[in-house]
C-alpha cells in the first residue's frame, strides 16, 4: 500500500495535470466555457425549486418551509450524480485511454484517481451553489453540515471500488458497461431520491438495507433537509461494502493489470 502511496505521489503531476485537461476540453469549444459548470446546476436548483416548491406546492411529510422538497431532490440528485459519475468514468477508464495505456508507463492506478479527482472537483463546484442557496433562504443546517463529509467519503470509496472492479471485468467482457448503464438506471429509482422513503410500503422500506445507496442519500437529505445528524449505525453497511469492494478492485487490478494491454 505505501508503494502505491509513493507512486501516486511521484506521478501527482500527470494525475493533476489530466484533471486539468479534462475540465479544460469538456468546455473548449464553448462560447460560455467553464461557466456552464455553475449554470447547469443553478438552473436545475432554480426548476426544483419553481417548479415543486412553488407551482406543485410539494411537501415532504414532516419538513416545514416552502423550500424544503427542491433541497430534498437536489441533496438526493446532486449526492448520486456524484455516485454515478465516478461508477460511470472508471468502468471505462482503462478502454478509454488504451492508447495512453499502450505508449506511456506509469502507474495505471492513477487513472481512477484522476476519475475521482474529477468528480469530487465537478461536485464541490455544484455543492457550492447549493450552499449558497441555503445559505440566502435561511435553511442552513449549521453544525450537522460537518457530517456530509464521511459521507462523501464512504460515497466515493464505495463508488471508485464498484468502478475499478466493473473497469477491469470491463476489459476482459464488454457487456459488463452496457449492462450497469442499463442497472444504473434502475438503481437510481429503487432509491429514496425523487420520493421520500415514507410514501413506501413497510415490507419494500424492510428491504432497503440491501441497496448501499439508500442510507447514503437518506444521510444527505437529513442533513440538508431537516438539519439533523446522520444515523451513524446506517451507514456501517455501506462503509463494509465500500471496503469490500476496493479489497476486489485492488486485487483484480493487480491480478490483471499485466494483462489490461494485451485485451484492450
Not at 125 to 138: A, C, E, Q
Not at 184 to 209: E, G, H, K, M, N
Request: glycine share 8%; charged share 10%; hydrophobic share 55%.
Amino acid at each position: 500500500m505505501m508503494t502505491l502511496v509513493r507512486a501516486l505521489w511521484a506521478y501527482r503531476g500527470f494525475i493533476l495535470g489530466s484533471v486539468k485537461r479534462e475540465f479544460q476540453s469538456r468546455y473548449q469549444n464553448s462560447v460560455l466555457g467553464a461557466a456552464w459548470t455553475v449554470l447547469n446546476p443553478l438552473a436545475m436548483i432554480v426548476v426544483y425549486t419553481v417548479i415543486f416548491s412553488q407551482v406543485m406546492q410539494a411537501r415532504l411529510p414532516g419538513a416545514t418551509g416552502g423550500f424544503a422538497y427542491s433541497i430534498y431532490l437536489c441533496a438526493g440528485v446532486l449526492t448520486w450524480q456524484l455516485f454515478s459519475e465516478i461508477t460511470t468514468r472508471a468502468q471505462g477508464v482503462f478502454i478509454e485511454n488504451a492508447g495512453l495505456l499502450k505508449k506511456l508507463n506509469f502507474p495505471r492506478i492513477s487513472l481512477p484517481v484522476t476519475v475521482v479527482t474529477n468528480a469530487l472537483l465537478n461536485f464541490a463546484i455544484v455543492f457550492s451553489l447549493l450552499t449558497l442557496f441555503l445559505l440566502l433562504t435561511g435553511n442552513f443546517p449549521g453544525w450537522p453540515f460537518l457530517a456530509l463529509v464521511p459521507v462523501i467519503g464512504i460515497l466515493a470509496m464505495f463508488a471508485i471500488g464498484l468502478g475499478i472492479t466493473l473497469g477491469i471485468l470491463n476489459v476482459f467482457f464488454r457487456d459488463v458497461g452496457q449492462v450497469f448503464g442499463i442497472f444504473l438506471q434502475f438503481w437510481f429509482w429503487l432509491t429514496p431520491i425523487v420520493y421520500p422513503r415514507s410514501i413506501l410500503p413497510a415490507r419494500v422500506v424492510d428491504w432497503l438495507w440491501i441497496n448501499p445507496m439508500a442510507p447514503l442519500i437518506g444521510a444527505a437529505q437529513d442533513v440538508l433537509v431537516h438539519a439533523q445528524w446522520p444515523h451513524w449505525l446506517s451507514l456501517l453497511p455501506p462503509l463494509v461494502v465500500a471496503m469490500l469492494l476496493c479489497a476486489l478492485g485492488w486485487r483484480l487490478f493487480r491480478r490483471h493489470s499485466a494483462e489490461l494491454v494485451d485485451e484492450l
